[in-house]
């Protein structure tokens, strides 16, 4: 596989070339997700296509390099040729109350499935299951898929998961930690029958070497993502080499990110699972006048172009652009010295 902080394979552009096509937005979220409530961004153009460079701001700069590698791809180089032109998607619902339920799910339109945030630090598992309850209310032929971000330890986690597939589950995301919990938590579920299969989605790109999980036996299937495994190239590398059925997932992303998620989706041989590509819909506002949402449960491929007037309106204060433009730079230094080393 790729060092996982190599650039797609052709000449990584210039520093200058970068900051000559950025911009730097701050966009309203519709709900609080991953503790916020405006997710900001930096968007390029690139002779390919417009790419986002989005890490989250506690990402170092050497974990943030391989989003930025991402970002080149599709600016730069452009996605694989498509196997498919639509790509089914899950609906997303935060932590939110149960009450809200309905209100969430109904920005997604018809949906086959749902991804259902847990773990959520102060609550309980009863509002988890309060809240995965109210989902199946709504939706009672549809496939839940339960998100904990490592959120529970193992003896936690087995007790959660217990209690929720009598909801039925398709799958549990991520629900410890490290790989040997998930490991754990897959042995003891089996052990008791009962039916719960395991996502691996931070042992995977948060790992230095993203196949880890799927050599220790630890998981089912893959969450892949494609601006924090380095583009859609490098993606479809590692899903290959683990042998794994693989969900594509986003990062919360624009619709430009969203793009690229649709590219990996695209180009996949296979695509067994609903994807997480519908978080456009958590946002208050875009940076295209063609959102990348779901219709009827997919999102057509197609391309996403940033709007002058939106990334206008919604342009982030100085102090912000500035730190996401220094931002820039040092990620590009660690690019740059990575292709040399290389």
Not at 201 to 220: F, I, N, Q, T, Y
Not at 235 to 261: E, F, K, M
Not at 316 to 338: F, G
Request: aromatic share 4%; hydrophobic share 50%; proline share 7%.
């Amino acid at each position: 596989m790729p060092a996982p902080h190599q650039a797609p394979q052709h000449e990584l552009p210039s520093l200058e070339a970068l900051l000559a096509t950025a911009h730097v937005v701050t966009l309203p979220m519709r709900v609080k997700f991953r503790g916020i409530v405006e997710r900001e961004t930096l968007l390029l153009r690139g002779p390919a296509g417009w790419g986002e460079f989005c890490p989250f701001p506690e990402y170092d700069d050497a974990e943030a390099s391989r989003w930025l590698a991402a970002t080149i791809e599709a600016g730069w180089l452009g996605f694989p040729a498509p196997l498919r032109d639509s790509i089914p998607v899950n609906a997303t619902v935060p932590a939110v109350p149960a009450d809200r339920v309905p209100g969430v799910l109904a920005r997604f339109g018809r949906v086959d499935a749902v991804k259902v945030k847990v773990a959520e630090r102060g609550q309980s598992l009863n509002d988890d299951v309060a809240r995965v309850q109210a989902v199946r209310e709504a939706l009672p032929d549809a496939a839940i898929r339960v998100d904990a971000n490592g959120g529970w330890d193992v003896a936690e986690a087995v007790e959660a998961l217990t209690r929720l597939s009598g909801v039925g589950l398709e799958y549990a995301e991520q629900p410890v930690p490290t790989i040997e919990g998930l490991a754990e938590v897959r042995a003891r579920l089996a052990r008791q029958g009962t039916p719960v299969l395991i996502a691996a989605d931070e042992s995977v790109r948060k790992e230095d070497d993203p196949l880890k999980v799927a050599r220790a036996g630890a998981a089912d299937l893959i969450v892949v993502k494609v601006a924090p495994l380095g583009g859609v190239r490098h993606a479809l590398d590692i899903v290959a080499q683990a042998g794994l059925p693989a969900v594509v997932s986003s990062a919360l992303d624009t619709s430009v990110g969203i793009r690229a998620g649709l590219a990996l989706a695209a180009a996949l041989p296979e695509l067994p699972y609903a994807c997480g590509l519908g978080t456009v819909s958590l946002f208050a506002a875009d940076v295209t006048r063609d959102p990348l949402v779901a219709d009827d449960g997919a999102i057509r491929l197609r391309d996403a172009a940033a709007d002058e007037g939106l990334l206008e309106q919604y342009a982030a204060p100085a102090e912000r652009r500035d730190w996401w433009l220094d931002r820039l730079r040092r990620v590009h230094a660690v690019l740059a010295a990575s292709a040399v080393a290389g």
